[in-house]
């Protein structure tokens, strides 16, 4: 324990004193995650609003980019890619339309199915917003030694393949 103790170790003393009869060790781990998670979120989200985009906008555009050329994808791709109903994905498209950074077109291959593309200002946007997205990536993991960064990612890879199945595709 670390000298000062921190909301959970407040949280798991109040536990053992109100229920001695379980562990609530776990939340060491699990609350502390939890936490972590929701200020990382933060910066990650502060960073992409700088750039005038949502969590979802920059995700979906980040998805298209990472295509390769020429940076598109279907709708059901893009859902399937970010983890967002295909509802969910009609709206997050057609904002991103409106704004101009990317557009819809008939597939080539086949005339029932619709692409998505990004515009030309749609990469360019996404190429400076992923561009500071990795410097503040880089500047979060800066707090810790890169042995316990590699040992962070090491544990969390053997963790995620525990709890999902791996993707077939970025």
Same mark, same amino acid.
């Given at each position: 324990m670390s000298a000062t103790p921190d909301r959970l170790d407040l949280v798991q003393a109040a536990w053992r004193r109100e229920r001695p009869d379980l562990? &609530?060790? &776990?939340?060491? +781990?699990?609350?502390? @995650?939890?936490? +972590? =998670?929701?200020? +990382?979120t933060d910066e990650l989200v502060a960073v992409y609003g700088r750039h005038g985009l949502s969590e979802g906008d920059f995700d979906v555009l980040a998805t298209l980019r990472r295509a390769g050329e020429p940076y598109e994808r279907t709708a059901g791709d893009l859902a399937a890619h970010t983890l967002v109903t295909s509802g969910g994905m009609t709206k997050r498209i057609d904002r991103l339309e409106r704004a101009g950074l990317v557009v819809r077109r008939v597939a080539d291959d086949d005339a029932r199915s619709r692409l998505v593309a990004l515009t030309a200002a749609g990469r360019e946007l996404i190429d400076a917003a992923f561009t500071d997205h990795l410097a503040n990536e880089h500047r @979060? @993991? =800066? =707090? @810790?030694? &890169?042995q316990d960064v590699a040992a962070l990612e090491g544990i969390l890879r053997r963790w995620l393949a525990q709890l999902e199945t791996p993707p077939s595709t970025a």
């Open positions: 562990d &609530p060790s &776990p939340q060491g +781990v699990i609350g502390r @995650l939890h936490r +972590v =998670a929701g200020h +990382v @979060l @993991l =800066a =707090a @810790l030694d &890169p």
